[in-house]
């Protein structure tokens, strides 16, 4: 097990004023113990750690925002849904947010401290004595392109925020000279992606030794540089007359009413030159063979998440709530002893169900994919057992790798104990067992989930992986050059990886046309990429969660015993109208600065 970065967080920041000033409050103001942190090595890089522990820690879901910046990526997009009515994704679902919600100041305002500490690292690394200039540059640059990426992470949710670049204003400054207007999303792009181009100067391609494992690298700047391209390229902000009236008060557009094709070439070449440079020799899809040394795409799926610093990794966070999610993934399993027995309560949603591929890789709505809509399974197959429903039979690798259903052998065997999962009311982890925790929809997300006991949490989150960059390539390089090669290759690498037929091959047709290309990227992203943190944002980019976020999302009869279990039932009507596409700004920062203008329909 290599040795990794400890995220901690240190008592030198003070992160709170006596001067509401919304997120220009977070600026250090003890100079006496700057001056100390500053003076040895140890010390700056607990600074430095500190600014590191920004990164957002995505099993954390239950509880949003925060220090850390937990997501609520995974309930709050079409995938899954929290049984519990405390989780404050639930609450988006339905709409029931808005500018004073806690998670919304957390986000705006905690991203805005990582930068500013950032800065004011930045500026003072020079300070330490008795650190190298060598280990002083690349701190400085691990800095910078921290502070990027918190800009990339804001933008993602606010759109156009205030760059405010080098300068660290004082904490007891006069409230007029606080008063900062957004920047145009296109400026916050070129910002984001030149700083990122010049920490990746000076940062390395891989840590230096195995204490410096979790660290930036320059393969995380390029990555990060290519997915803020990605997303100015995306129908949100590019050309998206919905957000004509977003201007700031001298009248300066703040999202560009054009639609620039262009945006999408940018975002390819930056994909193409990181795949160029860093593919394989850096990164590679991880994979993994049986014990017969044979390729297993089943293994490749699961241990993908399972094993740490493989080479897939691009950015991962050490410091995390693994615990809690496996709690999440873990069913009630009644009457087994505790290492069995969790909640259940993060439930996958049938909308997220049905998008994985038969195992012939076609879509279940494909009218040669051999799916069965009712009926049970007369014999085992190497997932299943007999007996299974017909519609989770035959289904490919990911589908097991990423859900639990009625039915489904549990992952511990430890003892040599073999579980089945009992989803349908009075079952081991129904909803009548289970009293207030039970799968919500009658199926689990299974993905990331370890093979033992679910209370021994110490794997890494991976953030950002080679899969993505394959998938964020083809997308783009889709918009801007139809019918370039490079689009079936790189799709087709996932696929191979998860053991279905290539497109193209005499199995399966390749897509004709970029209309039908876009709509497989998409569904290969969907399956792909599930309960990563990534539809939720997907949805948004392409602007279609009017469609898939808005009204009812489906799961199954959880009231009910088999065989009325197996009914497909709405479960919750969401509500997703056009102001949800942004995050409001949050209401306390309204109020102070006056030059900050809302989010428009908030």
Request: one cysteine or more; glycine letters at 8%.
């Amino acid at each position: 097990m290599k040795t990794v970065l400890n995220i901690v967080m240190i008592t030198v920041l003070i992160l709170t004023s006596a001067c509401q000033k919304g997120f220009l409050d977070q600026v250090p103001d003890d100079r006496l113990t700057l001056e100390e942190t500053f003076a040895n090595r140890i010390t700056a890089e607990k600074f430095l750690n500190n600014v590191y522990s920004r990164i957002p820690n995505e099993f954390g879901q239950r509880n949003p925002g925060g220090d850390e910046n937990a997501g609520l990526w995974t309930g709050g997009s079409d995938e899954a849904e929290y049984v519990w009515g405390f989780v404050q994704s639930n609450n988006m679902n339905i709409g029931n947010w808005d500018a004073t919600s806690g998670f919304v100041g957390d986000f705006w305002t905690n991203y805005y401290r990582g930068i500013r500490s950032a800065s004011f690292f930045m500026t003072n690394v020079h300070l330490v004595p008795d650190m190298s200039e060598a280990l002083k540059t690349q701190y400085l640059a691990e800095a910078r392109a921290l502070r990027a990426m918190y800009y990339f992470y804001m933008m993602r949710l606010f759109g156009p925020v205030i760059i405010l670049g080098e300068e660290v204003i004082e904490p007891d400054a006069p409230i007029e000279q606080v008063q900062l207007p957004r920047n145009t999303m296109e400026e916050c792009v070129q910002y984001v992606a030149n700083e990122l181009e010049l920490a990746a100067a000076d940062l390395p391609v891989v840590p230096s030794n195995d204490n410096n494992f979790g660290r930036i690298t320059k393969g995380i700047a390029m990555a990060f540089r290519a997915q803020t391209f990605l997303l100015a390229a995306s129908p949100l902000f590019n050309g998206n007359t919905d957000l004509a009236g977003l201007q700031n008060l001298d009248g300066t557009p703040l999202v560009g009413q054009s639609y620039d094709a262009g945006k999408w070439q940018r975002a390819a070449d930056a994909y193409r030159a990181f795949i160029a440079e860093f593919v394989p020799g850096t990164y590679d899809l991880f994979r993994k063979n049986d014990v017969d040394g044979n390729f297993d795409a089943y293994l490749s799926c699961r241990d993908l998440f399972l094993t740490d610093w493989h080479q897939e990794v691009i950015l991962c966070r050490v410091g995390n709530s693994m615990t809690a999610r496996q709690y999440e993934m873990t069913p009630y399993h009644n009457g087994y002893e505790r290492e069995f027995r969790g909640s259940g309560g993060l439930g996958a949603t049938q909308n997220q169900v049905d998008a994985f591929f038969m195992a012939n890789g076609r879509s279940i709505d494909d009218p040669i994919s051999g799916y069965l809509e009712d009926g049970f399974a007369e014999e085992a197959t190497q997932y299943t057992e007999e007996g299974t429903y017909n519609q989770w039979v035959n289904r490919e690798p990911r589908f097991y790798v990423n859900i639990t259903y009625n039915g489904s052998i549990w992952l511990n065997t430890n003892g040599g104990v073999r579980i089945v999962t009992e989803l349908y009311n009075n079952g081991n982890s129904g909803r009548a067992t289970g009293g207030n925790d039970y799968s919500p929809t009658g199926y689990i997300v299974r993905k990331a989930m370890g093979l033992g006991d679910w209370d021994a949490g110490q794997r890494t989150n991976i953030l950002y992986r080679l899969g993505n960059v394959f998938l964020d390539y083809v997308e783009a390089l889709n918009e801007a050059d139809p019918g370039n090669a490079d689009i079936l290759r790189y799709l087709n690498l996932i696929r191979e990886r998860a053991g279905i037929p290539n497109y193209g091959s005499a199995e399966l047709p390749a897509p004709d046309g970029q209309d039908a290309m876009r709509a497989a990227i998409w569904k290969e992203r969907r399956v792909e990429l599930a309960f990563e943190n990534v539809r939720f944002f997907d949805t948004r980019r392409w602007k279609i969660a009017e469609e898939t976020d808005n009204g009812p999302i489906y799961g199954l009869d959880i009231n009910s015993n088999l065989p009325d279990f197996l009914n497909v039932v709405p479960f919750e009507t969401r509500v997703f109208n056009k102001r949800h596409y942004l995050f409001p700004i949050p209401a306390n920062d309204i109020n102070v600065d006056r030059l900050l203008v809302q989010n428009p329909g908030w």
